[in-house]
T-cell receptor, first 113, second 113 residues
Framework: AQSVTQLGSHVSVSEGALVLLRCNYSSSVPPYLFWYVQYPNQGLQLLLK??????LVKGINGFEAEFKKSETSFHLTKPSAHMSDAAEYFC???????????FGTGTRLTVIP | DTAVSQTPKYLVTQMGNDKSIKCEQN?????MYWYKQDSKKFLKIMFS???????INETVPNRFSPKSPDKAHLNLHINSLELGDSAVYFCASSQELSNSPLHFGNGTRLTVT
């Protein structure tokens, strides 16, 4: 069985501050892990993905995530928040492929000027 | 050039009606999907389909049916619409590889009155 938990449905940060969005997964085998971003009235876009090549994964728009097997976590970070980062962020886990992808409940990021 | 396009963007209809949402992808992907996003932003897969098989989420009512005229299209037909069907429906596609990410359309906001 696989699942993903995103801690905090809403995170607020000041512009220029560190962004940390938390994701913990449950998987019986080494998983594939993804972060997606959803801007208002749009579909989801891939930010980054973990496929076991490297534990620290760099994505688009300055985001990165670190896979920590011992903590079953895949937290998303960005050193300095920008106003344009305000969006909904989804963590997702898969064991066998995209047709078996489980999404977390999402975290809404608000950036305060 | 939109990679995954779906129409219409907004759909308002009355209970009991039958409606369709169209989806097309020009990425050459093998597999297409329909997701439902509820008012709390929770994403649930409804169907995944490639030229080999249709996988149906068993929780989806049989009033919902996917139709694929060819590899690049996966339309969603909904019969006897109910109030609870109101949601945003996303089409997506991917390669048939275990770590391939999903590419999403911009969604169709369905409102049933």
């Amino acid at each position: 069985a696989q699942s993903v938990t995103q801690l905090g449905s809403h995170v607020s940060v000041s512009e220029g501050a560190l962004v940390l969005l938390r994701c913990n997964y449950s998987s019986s085998v080494p998983p594939y892990l993804f972060w997606y971003v959803q801007y208002p009235n749009q579909g989801l876009q891939l930010l980054l993905k973990y496929t076991s090549a490297a534990t620290l994964v760099k994505g688009i728009n300055g985001f990165e995530a670190e896979f920590k097997k011992s903590e079953t976590s895949f937290h998303l970070t960005k050193p300095s928040a920008h106003m344009s980062d305000a969006a909904e962020y989804f963590c997702a886990v898969s064991q066998t492929g995209a047709n078996n992808l489980f999404f977390g409940t999402g975290t809404r990021l608000t950036v305060i000027p | 050039d939109t990679a995954v396009s779906q129409t219409p963007k907004y759909l308002v209809t009355q209970m009991g009606n039958d409606k369709s949402i169209k989806c097309e992808q020009n990425l050459g992907h093998d597999t297409m999907y329909w997701y439902k996003q509820d008012s709390k932003k929770f994403l649930k897969i409804m169907f995944s389909y490639n030229n080999k098989e249709l996988i149906i989420n068993e929780t989806v009512p049989n009033r919902f049916s996917p139709k694929s005229p060819d590899k690049a299209h996966l339309n969603l037909h909904i019969n006897s619409l109910e109030l609870g069907d109101s949601a945003v429906y996303f089409c997506a596609s991917s390669q048939e590889l275990s770590n391939s990410p999903l590419h999403f359309g911009n969604g169709t906001r369905l409102t049933v009155t």
